[in-house]
């Protein structure tokens, strides 16, 4: 592991570490994103980065905070960085206006590092399984990243996160309960009553990433109900 050190951090509360947040870089290369998360001017920086190589850079000390959540929430809690550790992969991400790039897949070897890398934090910090998120779980209405080619399944079959066990497609079609349930999961749900569509999709790129339309379907429901169970057991 390699160290440069990032000037983007503040001191933590000391109402401890909970959360361990993945994010994609979005940028060309590794060396692009280490400049940026290594600039005071841009005001972000994650506790590591890793590059598609496996390379991992450690850029702030886990004691502190780390401005790589920004707005988000997650349960009760409001201040994601303070509670959290924060990984970024080097990869260019899906475009945007102005930003043109190939959304690929996570190397092996990147996602080797990384879920080495999570289980010493994750035992370091006693993070629970549902505690393991992705940015777009925490900041849904503004981030997609790690999105939909990021192998949730296979992390969580290390140890690493939350991956439901099974699915049942026998389960009935509620708007209301499912927004209940994501509530209870940890997702903020506040003002999204009106137009679902979105917070749907942010729950499907992490939990069925074949399918991340936003429509809700019983197959989406049986999901969040396995991975409920799974949370309250």
């Known amino acids: 592991m390699r160290v440069v050190k990032s000037p983007n951090y503040n001191e933590r ?5 909970k959360y361990l ?11 692009e994103a280490l400049i940026r998360l290594c600039d005071a001017k841009s005001e972000v920086a994650a506790h590591y980065l890793i590059e598609e190589n496996g390379e991992v850079y450690s850029l702030v000390d886990e004691s502190h905070r780390a401005w790589h959540s920004g707005v988000s929430k997650w ?32 190397p092996g070897a990147q996602m080797e590092s990384l879920i080495s890398l999570s289980q010493e934090i994750i035992g370091r910090h006693k993070i629970k399984p549902w505690h393991v998120l992705g940015h ?19 992390l969580s079959e290390n140890g ?4 439901p066990k099974r699915e049942n497609d026998n389960i009935e079609v509620s708007s209301e309960h499912f927004l209940t349930g ?5 997702y903020s749900t506040e003002g999204c009553h009106e137009n679902q569509t979105e917070i749907i999709s942010a729950f499907q790129r992490h939990f069925r990433q074949s399918n991340f339309s936003g429509v809700l379907d019983s197959e989406t429901m049986g999901i969040l109900m396995d991975l409920l169970k799974q949370k309250i057991s």
């Open 13 to 17: 509360s000391d109402a401890g570490i």
């Open 21 to 31: 947040i993945m994010h994609y870089t979005g940028m060309a290369s590794g060396a």
């Open 75 to 106: 349960e009760d809690d409001e201040d994601i960085n303070d509670r959290s550790i924060g990984i970024e992969l080097v990869n260019p991400g899906h475009p945007y206006p102005g930003y043109e790039s190939d959304y690929v897949s996570f």
């Open 136 to 154: 777009s779980d925490v900041a849904w209405r503004r981030k997609i990243d790690p999105g939909e080619l990021f192998d949730w399944k296979m």
């Open 160 to 163: 690493v996160g939350c991956w």
């Open 182 to 186: 994501l509530k209870f999961y940890g």
